[in-house]
């Protein structure tokens, strides 16, 4: 996620690093490359020079600490920016009436349809019954869909098949809702351009009828600086109370992202990272932001597997982690549990560092190796994978033997691994030090 | 309507914009200066043309005005004549086969409009008295196949499907041998909408592919990316991702209609020399025109044709 974008003002920042002290020219070089880096991600050009205007202002004037290196000073007010441009904190949903209403809507091909049907599956999660309403009266198919989503997550779906009257949909499938009791309703509406004005005017209508709680805007990550015009438009006819952002499991360089809050001053609520019905998560701006300067998100890594494993589980990973106490018995055990959390990509790429290594490797090929370093770690001895330096040749040889790899993979598993727990090592330390300045950092 | 009408009605926003914002910027600045540069970057970078198109655009702004002195200096020709010669080397015929079946593969990330492309392809190869014939190679998304099936009952044209989490090359497969008994001119199959960055998912398309031409030698004899113009330098990884998967034979746009977006075509066609070979610019079957370069740069900047219709 973001790999590009972090990519290059990680390189940006490698220069930053070296620095001895901050001065007027060696600022302004590099901010211009993050600017160039914000532009070549599709950030809005408005919102990219104030970004870097505040940046600019920050770090010129702050008086520079002793004790840390410039650079790191600048990386921090370029971390606090990017929380604030993203939002200070997670938005929930708003949903508290009887029946609850809520609204998707959004450009073509956004992903309104798949959204409505991961939402209404958190929402159920999360101990409402949402009922899905097919509002789509003008693609071809578009109920069926809806309807074979609602048939996957055993959810109802309220179709009304050759109804073209949006608004009777509507009416109907609250009376519906209420003789169901069914408490959330969710909106599935057609894709249409913001200055369709018949089309967007028909959703002002729904939205008059139902008066939903919540209205979120659907944006594929990829859209381009249209992203901005496009929230505008939504926002100014509609009132959006906020943004679903999808496929974000893709390469797009996330400007729209970073756009939307400064220019709608609407949050993203919810993010959609994969084609599976789970694949949603809310989003986390602080989060985010260390995940767009490659310093990873261990804390949704741990809530992820919170979901699979039990809490103080997940509570002891992350604490060994962040001591850099990670050993190879907790590294099976995370292969195994990434399997049953599905996407291997997405878990890795949260690890810090993770995203560099995804990036130099085929996915395929990788997951195969997850599976050899499974063999390894299993022909070894409990002694060997808590303290891996006791590994000699000739243990390796048995390892080597034992798994059916050569003795040069298994290395290579040691190596990788040891890169691992330096990183983690680092991130906790750098953590402190962030810390120790008084700014407000993310837990890792 | 005719295809330039149409043409320049759907980028009409985007020209409007452009020419607007660029006409702003020279009269107030008649001066060639930094700010007046810097400007003109914004303008471009805002309509999506990509920090290295945006770039050469500048440096032959730059360049023109140093050898005329200032004097004469028309920002929107020396931009048009960069669009037109970026653009210069498209050709966007579909191709035909001499004789026999030709195949097309619909290809790109989801929701971009695969399937309403492959259907609307279908519709204007009848026009020209051809025959034509669907696939439903997305077994994935819900509701794929009614959807391509829906189309297909309302352009009169044979739809061949299998069930869903079938494998989409079985279905191609089916579909080529019922397109070869059948005699039809074209098969356009419709695949699943897959981010570039999904290894296995790349790898199916690449078996699909594979399979396609083991039935028919050369097939598919087209292979076109919908990119939505929506996208934003994103685009440019797709193009790159999906051409270096399966061999692309050209772009198709969709959505072009009444956004302000268009830039990154140009962007694309320069770094992957791929001929942009249609832009859909409606939701009606007839939306689909083929893509004319000049007529494109036209639009884009052109004065005389950006008059209010």
């Known amino acids: 996620m973001f790999e590009t974008l972090s990519n290059k003002l990680q390189n940006v920042f490698k220069n930053l690093r070296g620095l001895g002290k901050i001065s007027d020219a060696n600022v302004s070089d590099s901010i211009r490359e993050v600017r160039l880096a914000l532009l070549d991600a599709d950030v809005n050009f408005k919102v990219a020079r104030e970004f870097i205007e505040k940046v600019k202002e920050q770090a010129i004037g702050q008086k520079v600490i002793q004790s840390i290196q410039p650079g790191q000073q600048i990386i ?369 | 309507m005719g295809f330039f009408d149409r043409l320049k009605s759907g980028l009409q926003k985007t020209h409007d914009k452009l020419v607007h914002e660029i006409k702003r910027i020279v009269s107030r600045s008649p001066k060639l200066t930094a700010t007046s540069l810097e400007e003109l970057e914004a303008a471009l970078i805002a309509a999506d043309f990509g920090l290295s198109m945006t770039g050469e655009i500048i440096v032959a702004v730059r360049k023109a005005y140093e050898s005329q002195g200032g004097a004469g200096l028309d920002v929107i020709e020396i931009a048009t004549q960069e669009v037109t010669r970026s653009l210069a080397s498209t050709a966007s015929a579909l191709h035909k086969e001499a004789s026999g079946l030709t195949v097309v593969s619909v290809v790109g990330v989801n929701g971009t409009g695969k399937t309403t492309t492959a259907a609307k392809l279908a519709h204007l190869v009848q026009l020209r008295g051809e025959t034509a014939m669907l696939a439903a190679c997305d077994t994935f998304r819900a509701a794929a196949i009614e959807q391509l099936k829906l189309w297909g009952q309302r352009l009169r044209v044979p739809v061949i499907a299998g069930t869903y989490g079938a494998d989409p090359s079985a279905v191609a497969h089916d579909a080529m041998t019922a397109a070869g008994s059948r005699q039809m001119n074209y098969l356009f199959v419709d695949t699943a909408g897959r981010l570039h960055t999904k290894h296995n998912l790349m790898q199916e398309l690449q078996k699909l592919h594979r399979v396609l031409g083991k039935k028919l030698p050369r097939a598919p004899h087209e292979t076109l990316l919908v990119l939505d113009a929506t996208t934003g330098m994103n685009a440019l990884n797709q193009a790159r991702e999906f051409n270096k998967a399966v061999p692309l034979s050209g772009l198709v746009i969709t959505k072009l209609d009444g956004t302000s977006k268009g830039g990154m075509v140009v962007a694309i066609h320069r770094e992957l020399r791929l001929p942009i070979k249609f832009i859909g610019v409606g939701e009606q079957p007839e939306d689909l025109q083929p893509f004319e370069p000049r007529d494109f740069a036209a639009a884009l900047f052109s004065d005389r044709e950006l008059n209010p219709v």
């Open chain 1, 76 to 444: 921090k007010i370029i971390h606090d920016e990017l929380v604030n441009l993203l939002g200070s904190a997670n938005a929930g949903l708003e949903l508290r009436g009887h029946p609850s209403c809520l609204m998707l809507v959004g450009l073509h091909g956004s992903g309104k349809t798949t959204s409505a049907g991961k939402l209404a599956r958190l929402l159920h999660k999360q101990g409402r019954s949402p009922l899905l309403v097919a509002c789509d009266v003008y693609r071809p198919a578009a109920m069926d869909q809806l309807e074979t989503l609602g048939r996957q997550l055993e959810l109802p779906v309220f179709v009304r098949k050759g109804e073209k009257d949006v608004l009777r949909i509507a009416r109907e499938a609250v009376e519906f809702a209420t003789a169901e009791h069914r408490n959330v309703l969710i909106f599935d509406t057609a894709g249409r351009l913001q200055i369709d004005q018949p089309l967007v005017q028909e959703l002002v209508r729904l939205r008059d009828l139902v008066r939903p709680e919540e209205m979120l805007l659907v944006l594929d990550a990829a859209t381009g600086q249209e992203a901005v015009n496009v929230a505008t438009h939504f926002d100014q006819a509609l009132q959006i109370t906020g943004v679903v952002l999808t496929r974000l499991d893709g390469d797009a360089r996330g400007g729209a992202a970073l756009s939307l809050k400064a220019v709608t001053g609407k949050p993203i609520k919810f993010v959609g990272v994969g084609e599976k019905p789970e694949d949603i998560e809310p989003f986390h701006p602080e989060r985010m932001a260390s995940r767009i300067l490659g310093m990873g998100d261990v804390v949704s890594l741990v809530e992820r597997a919170a979901e699979a494993v039990d809490l103080d589980e997940a509570k002891r990973m992350e604490e060994k982690m962040r001591k850099g106490q990670f050993t190879l018995e907790d590294f099976l055990e995370q292969l195994r549990q990434m399997k049953k959390l599905g996407s291997l990509e997405s878990i890795v790429g949260m690890l810090p560092g993770g995203s560099e290594m995804l990036q130099n490797t085929d996915l395929n090929k990788s997951e195969k190796e997850f599976r050899r370093m499974e063999g390894m770690i299993c022909a070894m001895t409990p002694q060997e994978r808590r303290h891996p330096q006791i590994l000699n040749a000739k243990r390796r040889q048995r390892i080597a033997k034992g798994s059916g790899v050569s003795v040069a993979e298994l290395n290579n598993l040691l190596n990788r691994f040891n890169q691992m727990q330096q990183m983690m090592r680092k991130m906790g330390k750098l953590q402190k030090m962030m810390r120790r300045m008084g700014g407000v950092m993310p837990r890792f």
